[in-house]
T-cell receptor, first 113, second 113 residues
Framework: DAKTTQPPSMDCAEGRAANLPCNHSTISGNEYVYWYRQIHSQGPQYIIHGLKNNETNEMASLIITEDRKSSTLILPHATLRDTAVYYCIVRVVSGGSNYKLTFGKGTLLTVNP | ETGVTQSPTHLIKTRGQQVTLRCSSQSGHNTVSWYQQALGQGPQFIFQYYREEENGRGNFPPRFSGLQFPNYSSELNVNALELDDSALYLC????????????FGPGTRLTVT
């Protein structure tokens, strides 16, 4: 699985959009980009994933650059409850059942009142 | 909440002892993965079980072993505990064949003294 690079920490004001970047310059054609987050003292929570098209769900939007070497997770209206460590993960999705997730250190997003 | 439960919540053991951690998967999920999360680090993949058989393993020694039962609940066993085994142990359940959202439990905090 390709390596990812994320800033160690970011701040965001409550109600504003939070834009979390991820660099995955060695990504290959069959690797997807996944985002998970981990709120303090809880297990990680799936947010969103994508291959090359931009994706949106009820939690967030995922913008992947055309060359797929980087992506941005967007929380459109951050709340205090969005304070968490956000992990960007790149992995191959196959038809098999081995779904190992390789976590880095992630980005600690702090949403301030 | 994800429907994945883990027990116990916290545990203190002495170096050299053995420990068993338990995980109850979300209903219908027949794949379970175990992760170790040291303080300040992202979760690290230990192994995965699918239909009661090990289906992939990370870089962990053989003293880390597991079981999955017919009801898809799971155990993680660690023998000859070392101080570095102190960590949060997470289990995650999922369906195979999907783009994978793994549902994580809240974890068991193991302290080895």
């Amino acid at each position: 699985d390709a390596k990812t690079t994320q800033p160690p920490s970011m701040d965001c004001a409550e109600g504003r959009a939070a834009n979390l970047p991820c660099n995955h310059s060695t990504i290959s054609g069959n690797e997807y980009v996944y985002w998970y987050r981990q709120i303090h003292s809880q297990g990680p929570q799936y947010i969103i994933h994508g291959l090359k098209n931009n994706e949106t769900n009820e939690m967030a939007s995922l913008i992947i650059t055309e060359d797929r070497k980087s992506s941005t997770l967007i929380l459109p209206h951050a709340t205090l409850r969005d304070t968490a460590v956000y992990y960007c993960i790149v992995r191959v999705v196959s038809g098999g059942s081995n779904y190992k997730l390789t976590f880095g250190k992630g980005t600690l997003l702090t949403v301030n009142p | 909440e994800t429907g994945v439960t883990q027990s116990p919540t916290h545990l203190i053991k002495t170096r050299g002892q053995q420990v068993t951690l338990r995980c109850s998967s979300q209903s219908g999920h027949n794949t379970v993965s175990w992760y170790q999360q040291a303080l300040g680090q992202g979760p690290q993949f230990i192994f995965q079980y699918y239909r009661e058989e090990e289906n992939g393993r990370g870089n962990f020694p053989p003293r880390f072993s597991g079981l999955q039962f017919p009801n898809y609940s799971s155990e993680l066993n660690v023998n000859a505990l070392e101080l570095d085994d102190s960590a949060l142990y997470l289990c995650a359940s999922s369906f195979p064949g999907q783009h994978i959202e793994q549902y994580f439990g809240p974890g068991t905090r193991l302290t080895v003294t």
